[in-house]
């Protein structure tokens, strides 16, 4: 008897359902206002913001703000090499390098357990003239084995792959520097990429028999940092801290020959690259012969270097990064400061 | 009488004794844990090295204002832990952190960031410890978050309203059809209130614990759902004695009192519906369009229904007393997008939908005492099979206009 569908009945039960139209219009015509001016004032927002913030933006980012950990000079000793000696075939060139477990600050605020030759990455510069007898006295004071090879010629029990040097032991390579160029040394005890990836690493300068002609030499080793081992790295840089060029500009001449000495021993990426702002420059592949290209832009991968000759044409601040952007942004970035 | 007085002394002793005794298991733990901590150390030598900490930071929330990003850290760990460098889309930023940069065992800092983030693109935040672990959060869509205004707290309390009252509103109007109905159709209505409820209830558990899974492990997310759904049914069940004694019966919910029961119960889910669409919308999670909050507002048309279903037995009902239940059960969606939009907090979330649970589940019950008290044919009858499927049914495909 309830069953029954009455007029009424049915009236009440449709009512939700009719009420429902209107109100769902408004809904739709309030959310659509209320989007227009969200837009509206979001865009407005943020051209003036965009405007006010430009100054710290990426490209600017210079002196006193640069998130780059250490002290002016700190690295003095990896940028500028010993002095070029004359030829003298059979002198005896020597030098220490001792392996070295250490915490190295590679970005601001950011520690690194690193391997390194004497306690830094990449490692001291080793410099010696074509011809010189090369010693260089090698101690292992980490606890895993390690090696030094140096790239050049030489006997193959010098080479650093067989004679491996365990923890606490020492062994002494013994060579003559050949052939002149921009060279570079490593540890090559496996696992090879841990190894080199830890910031094993250093440049190997054998200078030419006839003087190069006299310039600002500096040394730039590129290499990456791989902070948590995900197997890529989380910070780019030049001689060690991330940034540390952008906080500390290296100032040069115009009108005095700058000499760059660079390699490259970035783990995990295929290439790194050097570019200059403003100027060109010659670059000498591996720097054992006389041809260059005029450019200003270099590209290498694991273990290529050369030699970079500018002769910078005007005064100001002049950046050098990857042109990688990705190694830019995290820490390969510097600038030159170029005075008269 | 005289008897229990000289007892009494005996007694008082014996608690007195007793009370120290209880004690003395405190007293043992606190030598004990003293012990190991002055030579706890040798324990980690005999069995061995620890593993190191994670060194991961747990990133809460991101927002975004024009020219600037914000990244809320926890650290979820033991051990202290140290902002050391931050990174957006691989990139090494400048920042400033509002509170310390060592961060002690589950202590927050909010990292501010200067950055001209491009609107609609996806983006990634990545903050990395003194130690060089890198903690990385892939942001969808960056879009700006609502800022609290008195436009946007408007634009939430339209929301609230539209998804909450006006539904629920609207069911009630059911209620004069309702009573017209006869006693199986009336069952079949009470047990499609508890049917949907049931739905709700299934819905906001997932939603917890889901919400819960991405908290750091030490906030103890299953624990805090735990909490939530036991707090809230234990709360409701001790409501609806008192509704019962208030309404002078000896067993058992009356009419209105369950009714009020079951606005409460959708009053504490629609908090949490409220709560997930206002947090979604500030979070860029969510399209906020006409059809979705349509969407929302039919789905809960069914709430409505269940408020009246109970309703239709009793004696006649004062429309007073009605807009009461419509705002109790519709109203807390207004609060839930106030509190979503403006303060989200995943914990806060959580705890949330967990109530929503044990409030749907205990009115579940409540509904299902009556059903068995006053249908015909108790539980097991054709009718309120049906209902109870039909419910979830409804709630079903109304639920996907909303997926």
Known sequence: ?340 | MSDVEAREPAEREWWRQSRLLALLPIILLVAAVSVFAATGTSLTGLIGHTAPPADEFAIRRVTFKPGEIKIRVTNPQRTDLTIGSVTVDDAIVPYHVDGPTTLGRLRSATIVIPYDWVEEDPISVGVTSSTGIQTTEEIAAAVETPSASGRSFLGYALIGFLVGIVPVALGLLWLPSLRRADQNWLAAFMALTAGLLTFLALDALSEALSLQAALPESFQGVGLVLLGVAASYLGLTFLSRRLSVREGRERGLGALGLATLVAVGIGLHNLGEGLAIGSSFALGELTLGTFLIVGFMIHNLTEGLGIAAPLAEGAAVRTARLVVLALVAGAPAIGGAWIGGFLVNDVVGVLFFAIAVGAALQVVVEVGRFIMRRAPGGLGSGWVIGGFLAGIVVMFVTGLLVA
């Open chain 1, 1 to 340: 008897m309830a069953r029954r569908v009455s007029r009424k009945k049915l009236l009440a039960g449709t009512a939700p359902v009719v009420a429902a139209f209107p109100l769902a219009k408004l809904a739709m015509s309030d959310q659509a206002t209320a989007e227009a001016g969200m837009n509206h004032s979001s865009h407005a927002a943020m051209g003036h913001t965009s405007m006010e913030h430009a100054a710290m933006g990426h490209a600017a980012m210079i002196g006193a703000d640069v998130p780059a950990p250490g002290r002016a000079g700190d690295l003095d000793k990896l940028l500028y090499p010993p002095p070029a000696l004359p030829a003298r075939p059979g002198r005896v060139r020597e030098y220490r390098l001792t392996a070295i477990d250490t915490e190295l600050e590679v970005a601001q605020g950011v520690t690194f357990a690193a391997w390194t030759y004497n306690g830094t990455a990449p490692g001291p510069v080793i410099r010696a003239t074509e011809g010189d007898l090369l010693r260089v006295r090698f101690t292992n004071g980490g606890v895993h084995p390690h090696t030094i090879h140096f790239h050049g010629i030489h006997p193959a029990n010098m080479d650093g792959v067989f004679e491996v040097v365990g923890p606490g032991d020492s062994f002494t390579y013994e060579f003559e520097a050949r052939p002149y160029g921009m060279h570079l040394y490593h540890c090559h005890a496996t696992p090879l990429k841990k190894h080199i990836a830890k910031g094993l690493y250093g440049a190997f300068i054998i200078d030419p028999p006839e003087p190069r002609a006299p310039a600002q030499e500096l040394v730039m080793v590129l290499n990456g940092y791989d902070t948590d081992g995900d197997g890529e790295n989380n910070f780019y840089t030049v001689n060690g801290p991330a940034f540390y060029y952008a906080k500390y500009p290296i100032r040069v001449r115009r009108g005095k020959l700058v000499r760059i000495y660079i390699a490259n021993l970035t783990e995990f990426d295929l290439i790194n690259s050097f570019h200059l702002h403003g100027d060109f420059f010659r670059y000498y592949p591996t720097g054992s012969s006389d041809q260059f290209e005029y450019t200003d832009t270099v590209m290498l991968c694991q273990g290529q270097r050369g030699i970079i000759e500018i002769d910078f044409q005007n005064t100001g601040r002049f950046m050098f990064h990857a042109h990688q952007s990705e190694f830019t942004e995290l820490g390969w970035m510097g600038f030159f400061e170029v005075v008269d």
